[in-house]
Antibody, heavy 120, light 110 residues
Framework: EVQLVESGGGLVQPGGSLKLSCAAS????????MHWVRQASGKGLEWVGR??????????AYAASVRGRFTFSRDDSKKTAYLQMNGLKTEDTAVYYC???????????WGPGTLVTVSS | QSALTQPASVSGSPGQSITISCTGTSSDVGGYVYVSWYQQHSGKAPKLIIS???NRPSGVSDRFSGSKSGNTASLTISGLQAEDEADYYC??????????FGGGTKLTVL
């Protein structure tokens, strides 16, 4: 059974940093691109970006709203993906989900999400 | 990359059919078959209900169907049921090697 579990969310001041983790199981993690999607309270979904597999050189892509502040990484030995968030802004407050495309070109598995609150 | 355009809300009575549109550009919806739809109940993670314009994942009711014409994709739900009341989002791959979601549509079953 595929499982994705995010952790690391919490309260941080504007300008601060936070690192989220996404622990994966039930599939070949090392072969999978890992995507991050966020959702502010009462708002829609926003694709944050993704990190590809080793065979794709761990290529990353970022939404314009986070480029230069957020960084994706992964540890295939731990089956865990990471999202390092620096220079956080109040508008980064959201639930952050990790998600994958497994059986089709669509995000077919999601974690439960972790809440990040940026506030003074 | 601007969000895809969806109606903010739609409604229908049990048993009826509704259609939600998702309008983009030739750089996203119109240029690729990688259009998907998600159902999200309050407080839950999104659930994939349509991938690649019209493919239904295993376990998804055949009351859900997808299509695309030009720069607009559509999700149709037939035989509306109370459990279908949720938010629905479209998503598309883009020419910028990124993914973009629609703004979301709240479905109310009357």
């Amino acid at each position: 059974e595929v499982q994705l579990v995010e952790s690391g969310g919490g309260l941080v001041q504007p300008g601060g940093s936070l690192k989220l983790s996404c622990a994966a199981s039930g599939f070949t993690f090392s072969d999978s691109a890992m995507h991050w999607v966020r959702q502010a309270s009462g708002k829609g979904l926003e694709w944050v970006g993704r990190i590809r597999s080793r065979s794709n050189n761990y290529a990353t892509a970022y939404a314009a709203s986070v480029r230069g502040r957020f960084t994706f990484s992964r540890d295939d030995s731990k089956k865990t993906a990471y999202l390092q968030m620096n220079g956080l802004k109040t508008e980064d407050t959201a639930v952050y989900y990790c998600t994958i495309m497994r059986a089709s070109v669509g995000f077919d598995f999601w974690g439960p999400g972790t809440l990040v609150t940026v506030s003074s | 990359q601007s969000a895809l355009t969806q109606p903010a809300s739609v409604s229908g009575s049990p048993g009826q059919s509704i259609t939600i549109s998702c309008t983009g550009t030739s750089s996203d919806v119109g240029g690729y078959v990688y259009v998907s739809w998600y159902q999200q109940h309050s407080g839950k993670a999104p659930k994939l209900i349509i991938s690649e314009v019209s493919n239904r994942p295993s376990g998804v009711s055949d009351r859900f169907s997808g299509s695309k014409s030009g720069n607009t994709a559509s999700l149709t739900i037939s035989g509306l049921q109370a459990e279908d009341e949720a938010d629905y989002y479209c998503n598309s791959y883009t020419s910028s090697n990124s993914w973009v979601f629609g703004g979301g549509t709240k479905l109310t079953v009357l």
